[in-house]
């Protein structure tokens, strides 16, 4: 990926994280191959667990109704770290997923959105899952946060040829197909399938409030019904210098037109430079 990490000066809607934690992820290179490293190194993990007989690494960290019941709400995060031991193709078809798709999702939105697309299309499979499994089973895997970055990247790029030259959208529905129908039919399985649509929810609802992807007719509609019901509100340098609002909001915006163009900027982008050129208009000449 290029560059992701080696420019610390890009701010805005495309913040990188700050400090000591910053430099410890840019030694990775991008989120997307630390998400991967901490996986295979979990997994390993779980193997040697699993060959010593240790069973309460799964136990406390993997996801259970029961157990968030008794208040180990971190599994809502830990879950999404393990994967099946004896299905090695569970972490396999996850991991290539993230790879090969993931790095071009987190540079073209950047780490910090990234990571909350990512981390709460997980969180929000899990929350699915234990709302609808909550008196039993246990749930692991990275599937719901790894369904969110695929349906994120099918909306940025819906016409992309990926496996068997098949579009990145097709490819999108036939996952999410496979998920919807064993959850139509209640059929019994061990695949979190209630969690693998929430992420993919979570993926595409994000990606479209980031606006992104184009809008369908009827949602488009609504959002103008919306849009004048609410004052409409530009943003503003609020508590910045005329220099400090061009170099913390509009030179990073500027600088991804350069790179992938017009049609890649977010509605907040798009306003940021309304609200530019509002503000030189109105300057002394």
């Given at each position: 990926?290029?560059?992701?990490?080696?420019?610390?000066?890009?701010?805005?809607?495309?913040?990188?994280?700050?400090?000591?934690?910053?430099g410890?992820i840019?030694r990775?290179?991008?989120?997307?191959?630390?998400?991967?490293?901490?996986n295979v190194?979990?997994?390993?993990?779980q193997?040697?667990?699993?060959?010593?007989?240790?069973?309460?690494?799964?136990?406390y960290l993997?996801?259970?109704?029961?157990?968030?019941?008794r208040?180990?709400?971190?599994q809502?995060?830990t879950?999404?770290?393990?994967?099946?031991t004896?299905?090695?193709?569970?972490?396999?078809?996850?991991?290539?997923?993230?790879?090969?798709?993931?790095?071009?999702?987190?540079?073209?939105?950047?780490?910090?959105?990234?990571?909350?697309?990512?981390f709460?299309?997980?969180l929000?499979?899990g929350?699915?899952?234990?709302?609808?499994?909550?008196q039993?089973?246990?749930?692991?895997g990275?599937?719901?946060?790894?369904?969110?970055?695929?349906?994120?990247?099918a909306?940025?790029w819906?016409?992309?040829?990926l496996?068997?030259?098949?579009?990145?959208?097709?490819?999108?529905?036939?996952?999410?197909a496979?998920?919807?129908?064993?959850?139509?039919?209640?059929?019994?399985?061990?695949?979190?399938?209630?969690a693998?649509?929430?992420?993919?929810?979570?993926?595409y609802?994000?990606?479209?409030?980031?606006?992104?992807g184009?809008?369908?007719?009827?949602?488009?509609?609504?959002?103008?019904?919306?849009?004048r019901?609410?004052?409409?509100?530009?943003p503003?340098?609020?508590?910045?210098?005329?220099e400090?609002?061009?170099?913390?909001?509009?030179?990073?915006?500027?600088?991804?037109?350069?790179?992938?163009?017009?049609?890649?900027?977010?509605?907040?982008?798009?306003?940021?430079?309304?609200s530019?050129?509002?503000?030189?208009q109105?300057?002394?000449?």
């Amino acid at each position: 990926m290029l560059g992701s990490w080696e420019q610390p000066k890009v701010r805005g809607p495309f913040q990188r994280f700050s400090g000591s934690f910053r430099g410890f992820i840019g030694r990775f290179g991008s989120l997307v191959h630390l998400i991967v490293v901490l996986n295979v190194v979990v997994f390993a993990v779980q193997i040697l667990c699993a060959a010593v007989r240790f069973p309460y690494f799964e136990q406390y960290l993997s996801l259970s109704g029961d157990a968030v019941r008794r208040g180990f709400v971190w599994q809502f995060l830990t879950y999404m770290f393990l994967h099946s031991t004896i299905f090695v193709d569970h972490i396999i078809f996850n991991l290539i997923s993230l790879w090969f798709l993931g790095r071009d999702v987190e540079y073209h939105i950047g780490p910090k959105y990234f990571t909350r697309l990512y981390f709460f299309g997980g969180l929000l499979g899990g929350v699915l899952w234990v709302a609808l499994n909550f008196q039993f089973g246990r749930v692991i895997g990275a599937s719901a946060g790894v369904l969110a970055v695929v349906v994120a990247y099918a909306t940025l790029w819906p016409d992309r040829l990926l496996m068997f030259e098949v579009k990145a959208k097709y490819w999108a529905l036939i996952l999410i197909a496979l998920d919807a129908v064993p959850v139509l039919r209640e059929a019994g399985s061990n695949i979190a399938h209630a969690a693998h649509l929430g992420g993919a929810a979570f993926g595409y609802l994000y990606i479209k409030q980031l606006g992104y992807g184009a809008t369908p007719r009827w949602l488009s509609w609504l959002h103008g019904i919306t849009a004048r019901l609410k004052p409409h509100r530009r943003p503003t340098p609020r508590n910045m210098s005329s220099e400090e609002f061009v170099r913390e909001e509009i030179d990073p915006i500027l600088d991804k037109i350069a790179r992938e163009g017009m049609q890649s900027l977010t509605r907040r982008e798009r306003k940021i430079l309304e609200s530019a050129k509002d503000l030189m208009q109105k300057r002394p000449r």
